[in-house]
């Protein structure tokens, strides 16, 4: 199985609790070196996009998730060094995620709770205010 299709199995049960938007497999195949992923014995466990907003040097987390059956044994904390791994390389200076449910999970790992008016404009134009999803930023440093 490919990687893409890995990563739409992976994020469907959390699509269908609401607590990921839903994606395409086109859409994940299309943008899959947004991707970092964890895998286990070739198995894709854990993954997150990290996009390119296209102003203000900001990288936008999506699809952040870890399988079901992996949970609580700190694959967030090594995916989450992936993803900053990722945002370094991209010369992001900031990264946000957009999140109805673990906001005490990304203030531990040093996110800001933000307002809408800090989004990229671009991505404040998208924002789905019926969602009414948290805003959590996170500057990118070398000390990360």
């Given at each position: 199985?490919?990687?893409?299709?890995?990563?739409?199995?992976l994020i469907a049960p959390f699509v269908a609790e609401g607590r990921?938007?839903?994606?395409?497999?086109?859409?994940?195949?299309?943008?899959?070196?947004?991707?970092?992923?964890?895998?286990?014995?070739?198995?894709?466990?854990?993954?997150?996009?990290?996009?390119?907003?296209?102003?203000?040097?900001?990288?936008?987390?999506?699809?952040?998730?870890?399988?079901?059956?992996?949970?609580?044994?700190?694959?967030?904390?090594?995916?989450?060094?992936?993803?900053?791994?990722?945002?370094?390389?991209?010369?992001?200076?900031?990264?946000?995620?957009?999140?109805?449910?673990?906001?005490?999970?990304?203030?531990?790992?040093?996110?800001?709770?933000?307002?809408?008016?800090?989004?990229?404009?671009?991505?404040?134009?998208?924002?789905?205010?019926?969602?009414?999803?948290?805003?959590?930023?996170?500057?990118?440093t070398n000390a990360n």
């Amino acid at each position: 199985m490919d990687t893409a299709q890995q990563i739409l199995d992976l994020i469907a049960p959390f699509v269908a609790e609401g607590r990921i938007l839903p994606r395409t497999y086109a859409q994940i195949s299309d943008n899959i070196a947004d991707f970092v992923i964890l895998e286990q014995s070739g198995i894709v466990i854990a993954c997150a996009g990290l996009k390119n907003c296209q102003e203000g040097g900001m990288g936008e987390i999506y699809a952040l998730a870890v399988s079901k059956n992996m949970q609580n044994q700190g694959i967030s904390d090594k995916l989450m060094v992936k993803v900053m791994q990722k945002a370094k390389v991209d010369n992001f200076s900031k990264i946000f995620a957009l999140s109805k449910h673990n906001a005490l999970w990304f203030l531990k790992q040093g996110f800001v709770q933000m307002e809408i008016s800090e989004l990229p404009k671009n991505r404040q134009k998208l924002f789905d205010h019926q969602r009414n999803s948290s805003i959590f930023f996170k500057g990118i440093t070398n000390a990360n």
